[in-house]
């Protein structure tokens, strides 16, 4: 009987020390069963010919060529549950707020997908083409330009639709994790001077430098995406080829270094940021070299592997305008002898014949949190760097999930200042307004702006990291 209980034990020890060396073999090689799933695709979204080119209202002709070619690329990322974000990338200059709609409607119909699974980013190049969606801005336009306008848009929802289809097709079991690093070409692009702030290098100026990541890996191991972000203009280059800029020749050097991967470039809160120094190709060259050796580099860092659930969230901050100008003021800038005073002007004019000027803008606001591991907010707009370094230092907590945030998203109307901008004033304060057509700006906005952008945030964290329910724009 002893000697039957001395096997009996015997053979339990074993078999626990068996389970528990598998259980550290397990967890040293990692999850058995990567509890995600992710597809990504890539799409070409480069006009077919000559088109006039976004960016810059000094151009006064088409495209004469193809330097580097622009795409659409997009990441569909699954949970253990099915909660799914569609992450599409554009390399172009703005996300219009009707193409977001566009886009948002077709995967509602076809998918089931809500506004808050969708995360549209644009690298905001300056060399690609011309994105015009609604009549205030194709108003005024030759003809032929105006319809040529029509058919690109046409032609680049399909594009970016096949891209996201393209996706989900692929879906398969992957890890996700996150890493990180730093670049440093960026600078703080407003400079105090006697006439006030103007667009000049400030080596003394707010940066955010993190180049965040998301690494996407199948089942064994090997890399499939890499989704990179930075804040800084994509305004390295002014001429007349399409090419996507430090951030199109930094996706390219990474996708040519790991064959088989789909590098997808995210931009920051870059809204007074600039590439320095700029104006040679070979600049945008170096300048995109540097940020891929700086995601190279994440690659090297410590991974952190991104374990529970998918929680997406979306909402609309109503972001007011200060007061509109009069009639009769509007009436004497029409007579202004800049063009561009001039028809701004104009447009206000025709918004008030029309109806009313707005005195407030729906701005949309995303939060999405990627399990335990990363806290990411998606802005609207050109969002200078106030926000995000505010952001992350209000929530970049010791233990808790890292902070990414992205301007740029969804919806990209005008710049968005912060209150501290606002008040220094200069191009990204209210100068660039008269720029804006896809959405007439009647001016500046009011002083509680990054308080009203800031409530909205904060209402979708807390949302994310309680399950509380939130209103959304649905």
Partial sequence: MQEINLNYWRTL?????????????????????PVWKAGVSSVK????????????????????GVELDLYAKSLVVQDGSGETLVVVTLDLISVPGPLRKFVEQKLAETRGLKPANLLLNCSHTHSGPEIRTTDSARSGLEPERRQQAIAYVESLQKRILSSIDAAFVKLAPARLSFQKARAGFAMNRRLASEQGYRNSPNPDGRVDHDVPLLRVEDATGAIKAIVFGYACHNTTLSFYQMNGDYAGYAQQYLEEAHPGIVAMFMMGCGGDQNPYPRRKLELAKQHGRTLATA???????????????????????????????????????AQSTSEHEKKYAERLLN?????????????PIQVVRFGDAILFVALPGETVVDYSLRIKRENQLPGGPDVWVAGYSNDVFAYIPSLRVLLEGGYEAGGAMQYMTTVIQPGAFAPNVEDLLMKSVNQLIKATALELPVSTSE
């Fill in 13 to 33: 020890i074993a078999t626990l020390l068996l389970a528990w060396l598998s259980t550290v073999s397990a967890v040293a090689d990692g999850p058995a069963e």
């Fill in 45 to 64: 979204i480069t006009p077919d010919g000559p088109a006039w080119m976004a960016g810059y209202a000094s151009r006064d002709k088409p495209s004469d």
């Fill in 295 to 333: 995601v190279e580099a994440g690659l090297e860092t410590p991974k952190r592997e991104i374990s529970g659930s998918l929680k997406v969230t979306f909402q609309t901050a109503d972001l007011e305008y200060a007061d509109a100008p009069a009639k009769d003021e509007l009436l004497q800038r």
């Fill in 351 to 363: 918004e008030l014949e029309n109806g009313t000027l707005l005195t407030s803008y729906p701005a």
